[in-house]
């Protein structure tokens, strides 16, 4: 079955800490990836896709991840986070022939200043 | 260009009670989704639209409906509602499939509450 896991749902930090969220998917044939971002009471805006070509993407706001086939693997991360960044973040899965995205659960992220 | 629109922003329905809720577009769009999300569950697609006049069923259809008369509003409807439908429900859109190279537009949601 299509499914996209998020294990860490919670994360706390402090600012200037290094982010790494992991998103594993699993999805047979080729895929289209995803990460969103949702500040509290807003709604979801797109930070990076990766459809294509060079693995590692670039987002907005210093944002990147990194596809790595092999392990099925979509992973976000920041060199230094800000308080600014505290959000829930969600990694979505998209098949090359379909019209529609799954979503991970979500990973909850706090920053503390 | 308001984006992807949602009419109410907040609701409580009693059990039983139907109500529908829109979406709107300006972006003329083809594709709009319905989402619901509840704590610990992420975003689960409820119906989707891939033009005028079409609609086909999500992960979690049931007790739903919906309705794309025109291109740019899709409404979705509780025809009567349960508490299991206390949720925040997200509209969507996108010009073509996610598989084409285009992200889905997200309204700013609605929080229902079903009592």
């Known amino acids: 079955a299509q499914s996209v896991s998020q294990h860490n749902h919670h994360v706390i930090l402090s600012e200037a800490a290094s982010l790494e969220l992991g998103c594993n998917y699993s999805?047979?044939?080729?895929?289209?990836l995803f990460w969103y971002v949702q500040y509290p009471g807003q709604h979801l805006q797109l930070l990076l896709k990766y459809f294509s070509g060079d693995p590692l993407v670039k987002g907005i706001k210093g944002f990147e991840a990194e596809f790595i086939k092999s392990k099925f693997s979509f992973n976000l991360r920041k060199p230094s986070v800000q308080w600014s960044d505290t959000a829930e973040y969600f990694c979505a899965v998209g098949g090359y022939n379909t019209d529609k995205l799954i979503f991970g659960t979500g990973t909850r992220l706090q920053v503390f200043p | 260009n308001a984006g992807v629109t949602q009419t109410p922003k907040f609701r409580v329905l009693k059990t039983g009670q139907s109500m529908t809720l829109l979406c709107a577009q300006d972006m003329n769009h083809e594709y709009m989704y319905w989402y619901r999300q509840d704590p610990g569950m992420g975003l689960r697609l409820i119906h989707y639209s891939v033009g005028e006049g079409t609609t086909a069923k999500g992960e979690v259809p049931d007790g739903y409906n919906v309705s794309r008369l025109k291109k740019q509003n899709f409404l979705l409807g509780l025809e009567s509602a349960a508490p299991s439908q206390t949720s925040v429900y997200f509209c969507a859109s996108s010009p073509l499939a996610p598989s084409s190279y285009n992200e889905q537009f997200f309204g700013p949601g609605t929080r229902l509450t079903v009592l």
């Open positions: 999805y047979g044939g080729t895929v289209n």
